[in-house]
């Protein structure tokens, strides 16, 4: 079992930054990949940017050249700053730890709310 605990939500205003983090514990490996998803209100769970064990990063076209991920394996965290925050970035932000090659190993943080707005 892997708990993901998430830090750094809030109400921002349009055009500006906001930073999540989020800490690993439990049965947590460096293979794992660490990312962040978001779920606006009435819209399906959506990626927001996923990183391997190297660093390797992948971003939804929406973020790409405002958002960047990164993580500390020896912290076992996983941050996403956020800048040039836009109104339809506003969501529900979620942790999400989970083994390339075991589906079954798949968790999630409990969300924190992002809000942008003026």
């Known amino acids: 079992q892997v708990y993901l605990e998430e830090f750094g939500g809030g109400l921002v205003q349009p055009g500006g930054s906001l930073r999540l983090s989020c800490e690993a514990s439990?049965?947590?490996?460096?293979?794992?990949?660490m990312g962040w998803y978001r779920q606006a209100p009435g819209n399906q769970r959506e990626l927001v940017a996923v990183?391997?064990?190297?660093?390797?990063?992948t971003y939804a076209d929406s973020v790409k050249g405002r958002f960047t991920i990164s993580r500390d394996n020896s912290k076992r965290t996983v941050d996403l700053q956020m800048n040039s925050l836009k109104p339809e970035d506003t969501a529900v932000y979620f942790c999400n730890v989970r083994h390339p090659y075991a589906a079954s190993q798949n968790y999630w943080g409990k969300g924190t709310l992002v809000t942008v707005s003026s």
């Open positions: 990183t391997t064990r190297t660093g390797s990063a």
């Open positions: 439990g049965s947590f490996f460096e293979i794992f990949k």
